[in-house]
């Protein structure tokens, strides 16, 4: 009797206990399955679709339509530089991936767009074809005939470049003048105060400065020197720093790059005979 016991008891002791299973509960993102289909046979590059999933994390999956997302934001989520990230952003608007709306300190509004019926999936489609943003100020072509007309840049590059003369004349010495003095003294001479081949030009291109911009800037300019007492010997390179430091604040940049009149801008319009 005492032997049954001790095997019972020995069996009781090498029974296995078993042990409680402890489950991990995960969370997802809805997207829907067209969307996922498309972005798979979509040409975007590795950054733009990083972006636009981010987006997608924002957005779907917290079950809102938009959310108000600020680029150092995305960056930090996809791991990439914030010009990057701006660069994208303009991508794919451009292609109608997102739609961006106003702008708060927190951030921009930014809408997926889950109907992929209006994408535009086109390789190397340029952000630029965006429409103009409304609060762009179309300035009329002429302003008192000191500017010359609009420039086509492409055809100054097909021209056949100036052969230097075998001997220069010398350089006469300049002097300090005033605004008034200085704009008499190229009247007369038959030249332009802002010829057509001036650096600014080429300066306002690459900055991608309207140059109806320019000529409003022009106005300001001069108007501000015309009665004063300061003097330049250089009234051209003046100017051309004017407009590099945009010492007036006329225009401002949005996010697309575009340039469009700022308040200082619209005032400056008005007063030198200029509406939008």
Known sequence: MSSVVRLVDYRASQAVVPVQETRIQHSFVAIPTAVEDALLRSPLSKQQERVFRAILRKTVGYNKASDFIATTQLAEMVAMDEGDVRRALMTLESMG?????????????????????????????????????????????????????TIDNSKRQEEPPVVPQAKKAPRQKRTEQTMRAWLEATKAAGEMPIPEGDPVFDYASKAQIPVDYLRLCWCEFRDRHMDGVKTYKDWRAAFRLCVRSDWYRLWAENQLGEKYLTTAGKQAAAVHGVGE
């Open 97 to 149: 991936l997102i739609v961006r709306g106003q702008r708060r300190a927190i951030g921009t509004e930014i809408a997926p767009n889950l109907d992929i019926s209006g994408w535009n999936l086109v390789r190397g489609e340029s952000p630029r074809s965006i429409q103009k943003s409304p609060r762009s100020c179309e300035i009329p072509t002429s302003i008192r005939g000191e500017f010359p007309p």
